[in-house]
């Protein structure tokens, strides 16, 4: 995932700087109008399809861990430039997956009390070391 956010952001500076170039072409005729505009509409649907897919790996969560204390999650989550991000929040902001109806097999939902945003992860494709663990955060709604 961090490749691909990486990758990303190659991609739009290498659309990015061809646009000008294109209507260059065009304007010493060496491409036609309809190639140009063709080009330019497959390089922002490319670009949005992007952003969308970067949004969704941005959200996702890489790794949780509990601390020895029981008291405290660090989550860790990519930011838009690829870089690892991690917070640190009190396991009572977490809300039990069973409160806010995310008991799903694939993608669930950390939502906090705290704020609105909301990370994902999945215990599915992901790997739970720890089930207690696990419990003490997320309830005991969760299947494997």
Same mark, same amino acid.
């Given at each position: #995932?961090?490749?691909?956010?990486?990758?990303?952001?190659?991609?739009?500076?290498?659309?990015?700087?061809?646009?000008?170039?294109?209507?260059?072409?065009?304007?010493?005729?060496?491409?036609?109008?309809?190639?140009?505009?063709?080009?330019? #509409?497959?390089?922002?649907?490319?670009?949005?399809?992007?952003?969308?897919?970067?949004?969704?790996?941005?959200?996702?969560?890489? #790794? #949780?861990?509990?601390?020895?204390?029981?008291?405290?999650?660090?989550v860790s989550h990519l930011t838009f430039w690829g870089q690892r991000m991690d917070l640190t929040f009190p396991v009572s902001d977490v809300i039990p997956l069973r409160d806010c109806g995310e008991d799903?097999?694939?993608?669930?939902?950390?939502?906090?009390?705290?704020?609105?945003?909301?990370?994902?992860?999945?215990?599915?494709?992901?790997?739970?070391?720890?089930?207690?663990?696990?419990?003490?955060?997320?309830?005991?709604?969760?299947?494997?």
């Amino acid at each position: #995932m961090r490749i691909f956010s990486r990758l990303k952001l190659g991609q739009t500076v290498l659309t990015v700087s061809l646009v000008p170039a294109l209507y260059l072409a065009e304007y010493c005729e060496v491409i036609q109008h309809v190639d140009k505009s063709l080009t330019v #509409m497959l390089a922002t649907l490319a670009l949005s399809m992007l952003y969308a897919l970067g949004e969704f790996f941005r959200r996702l969560i890489g #790794m #949780m861990y509990l601390s020895r204390d029981e008291t405290q999650v660090k989550v860790s989550h990519l930011t838009f430039w690829g870089q690892r991000m991690d917070l640190t929040f009190p396991v009572s902001d977490v809300i039990p997956l069973r409160d806010c109806g995310e008991d799903k097999d694939t993608v669930n939902k950390l939502r906090r009390y705290s704020t609105n945003r909301y990370l994902l992860f999945s215990a599915r494709f992901g790997r739970i070391l720890n089930r207690e663990k696990f419990e003490i955060v997320f309830g005991s709604i969760y299947r494997e």
